[in-house]
């Protein structure tokens, strides 16, 4: 069973440099901005043996349109599932109404909490330390979440609180490395309702405007066949507006999550699958090695879909990838979202599996047999045997008497090959060429 702590506080108290201070991660943006973060954050992690889930919300603020009346809402939502709340405040401010609304909300929910004082490096006003002991719930705990001060004090109460028994053993197992998949694509093309519509929760805040996700948000989800970490992403776009550098800091991360996800769904949305900032973000994922499927979002728009044309015009747009899955959906509508599921299972085991030296020779003696490669200096160009060095990604080794001999054009053709006779479609491999060894020359 696992244990709810809510991280609450209004904006720039620091409430996600201590998520990642508790996690010992860095998975939430962190800036001084004020309401810089905008999505709910979800991890999962053991802290002293014991699982925890820790969420990070927005900072509670007087709302100013719909989209940030949404993100109040499903703070408090929050709040009333949560087994713990910590209850942040900033050394460096003076208590203000939106703390004292704050408290209010608080009081009004009878759940244990714990009062922390953050940013307490350097110079700040001890009074607010007495201000916050008469708002009724004792002394606060006096931590620096960037500086990691005083964070094992904070956790050992966390145990307290929650009355669970300190471990003498030293636990760090993140219980959420299970298949990691991020959900990229361009602003707007629907992949936080895509987040919320696989995990059935309004994790990701959603809406017409751009750059409603932020932060990275993920989720766990657990089936019978796999487990899986779906991350939403701040979406890519052709045209960075607003801020320069906190766009920038969305985007970075967005490329950072998809090199460490095993596999990535690109959302389109189907009035715009054409445009050329999509085959952008394929070369992107592709480049990086990763597994993919295309998501063709929005379907509901229209009664009838010509799936086979969309997917036509796409491979033709991005070669590389021709054959791969697409899969059509409404995240809105949840149509479809069953059979994404499949293929998401589908793909990750295609991605991981293991090829036989066999098969893999008597493949490559038979394709190079009828479709030789041309002649180096007017001898042959023989290929010794290939084997496969690793998977997720495919990678192979290929041995032969002359390398620098293999055209591009002929390498392309045998990893074109090698994708169609192993169902490996669309999906980015590698190819490594060797040298043969006279297996007696050393003997």
């Given at each position: ?50 699982d ?16 940030e ?47 922390v004082l ?75 309702t ?46 960075l ?7 920038k800091?969305?985007i ?19 009035d ?7 085959s ?6 592709y ?36 054959g791969?899955?697409?899969?059509f ?49 007017g ?47 669309g ?17």
């Amino acid at each position: 069973m696992t244990n709810n702590i809510l991280i609450v506080g209004k904006p720039n108290v620091g409430k996600s440099s201590l998520f990642n201070a508790l996690v010992k991660k860095n998975l939430a943006l962190v800036n001084n901005t004020p309401r810089y973060t905008r999505d709910i954050k979800k991890k999962q992690f053991e802290l002293s043996g014991h699982d925890i889930t820790l969420i990070d919300t927005p900072g509670l603020f007087e709302p100013k349109d719909e989209i940030e009346e949404k993100i109040i809402q499903y703070t408090t939502d929050q709040i009333s599932k949560s087994d713990l709340i910590l209850l942040v405040f900033n050394a460096k401010e003076q208590l203000t109404n939106d703390d004292h609304k704050l408290v209010s909300l608080i009081r009004r929910c009878e759940k244990k909490k714990i009062i922390v004082l953050n940013k307490t490096e350097g110079n700040y006003n001890s009074d607010i330390i007495h201000d916050i002991e008469k708002l009724g719930f004792g002394l606060p705990i006096l931590i620096s979440s960037a500086h990691m001060k005083s964070i094992d004090i904070l956790e050992e109460r966390i145990l307290q609180n929650l009355k669970l028994k300190k471990n003498t053993k030293e636990f760090s197992r993140d219980i959420s490395e299970r298949l990691s998949i991020a959900i990229v694509g361009k602003t707007n093309s629907g992949k936080s309702t895509l987040m919320n519509s696989i995990s059935g929760q309004d994790v990701s805040i959603t809406g017409n405007k751009p750059y409603l996700t932020r932060d990275a948000v993920e989720v766990t989800i657990e089936t019978k066949k796999l487990n899986f970490k779906i991350i939403d992403t701040a979406g890519f776009s052709k045209d960075l507006s607003g801020s320069k550098k906190l766009n920038k800091d969305f985007i970075d991360q967005t490329k950072k999550k998809i090199r460490l996800s095993q596999m990535i769904l690109i959302v389109m949305d189907i009035d715009d699958y054409f445009e050329r900032l999509h085959s952008r973000i394929i070369r992107l994922v592709y480049d990086e090695n990763r597994c993919m499927l295309l998501v063709i979002n929005k379907t509901d728009k229209y009664q009838r879909i010509s799936e086979e044309s969309v997917k036509k015009k796409i491979y033709d747009l991005n070669p590389q990838i021709n054959g791969l899955p697409i899969c059509f959906v409404s995240a809105k509508k949840k149509v479809g979202i069953s059979s994404l599921f499949k293929q998401v299972i589908s793909q990750s085991l295609i991605w991981k599996k293991r090829i036989s030296t066999g098969k893999l020779n008597t493949w490559m003696e038979n394709i190079v047999k009828k479709t030789p490669p041309p002649l180096h200096k007017g001898r042959s160009i023989k290929f010794k045997y290939i084997t496969q060095s690793n998977s997720a990604p495919p990678k192979f080794n290929i041995y032969v008497n002359y390398i620098k001999a293999i055209k591009p054009d002929y390498k392309r053709f045998l990893e074109n090959n090698v994708r169609k006779s192993f169902n490996l479609n669309g999906l980015p491999i590698k190819i490594v060429y060797k040298k043969s060894q006279n297996p007696f020359s050393q003997k």
